[in-house]
């Protein structure tokens, strides 16, 4: 079992997107069957259309976002909780001075992020 | 794929504890793999000492509360994320005036609650 502070666990930066980071909370290391990760994309920082190989369970923690989810645009705030099936493109953009922070769950499955042109 | 806010997801209360309610976030009907869902202990109220099947991976939203995992006691708070392996014996009773919430990420496995005497 482990209890670690969000604030302790460090954040590293994803170069795919542009001001974006991920800290893992709860690695492919320590659970059996799926990882909990969060992700930060600053104010005026994006993470450009994509697909992953596995589906994505999703809890914005704080800020919003337009995000657009297979053609469909949304706009997201804290609270909103995310569905995003395999293979379905999605981005992200935050709106506003905040950053955009989510929890982002994921099954231990190969994954590839694949940008959408 | 889905967005719903969590203040619309409706709870469910929890009769193995005292003043225990749940939502389904996003439930096994949803995702393939896993579920997350979200748990409110009110204040003075409790969930007793007890066993799952399944692996819980757990992000703090709010309120305190002592926890007891595997026999030794902490106290958690907002922010902070606990992982608790399967079949480890665990109770929450929260701290203070604040109802205490998280939210818990569980397999799609087959799990039962068992007490702890």
Same mark, same amino acid.
């Given at each position: 079992?482990?209890?670690?502070?969000?604030?302790?666990?460090?954040?590293?930066?994803?170069?795919?997107?542009?001001?974006?980071?991920?800290?893992?909370?709860?690695?492919?290391?320590?659970? =059996?069957?799926?990882?909990?990760?969060?992700?930060?994309?600053?104010?005026?920082?994006?993470?450009?259309?994509?697909?992953?190989?596995?589906?994505?369970?999703?809890?914005?923690?704080?800020?919003?976002?337009?995000?657009?989810?297979?053609?469909?645009?949304?706009?997201?705030?804290?609270?909103?909780?995310?569905?995003? =099936?395999?293979?379905?493109?999605?981005?992200?953009?935050?709106?506003?001075?905040?950053?955009?922070?989510?929890?982002?769950?994921?099954?231990?499955?190969?994954?590839?992020?694949?940008?959408?042109?």
């Amino acid at each position: 079992m482990s209890i670690k502070h969000f604030d302790q666990i460090p954040a590293t930066s994803i170069p795919t997107g542009e001001g974006v980071s991920r800290k893992m909370l709860i690695g492919p290391d320590e659970g =059996p069957n799926f990882a909990m990760r969060a992700f930060k994309i600053e104010a005026g920082g994006s993470m450009p259309m994509h697909t992953n190989d596995v589906e994505h369970q999703q809890y914005v923690l704080g800020g919003r976002a337009k995000v657009v989810i297979g053609g469909e645009t949304h706009e997201v705030s804290k609270g909103d909780v995310v569905f995003i =099936p395999a293979l379905v493109p999605h981005n992200y953009e935050p709106i506003g001075d905040e950053p955009f922070e989510f929890i982002c769950v994921v099954p231990n499955l190969p994954d590839e992020t694949k940008l959408v042109k």
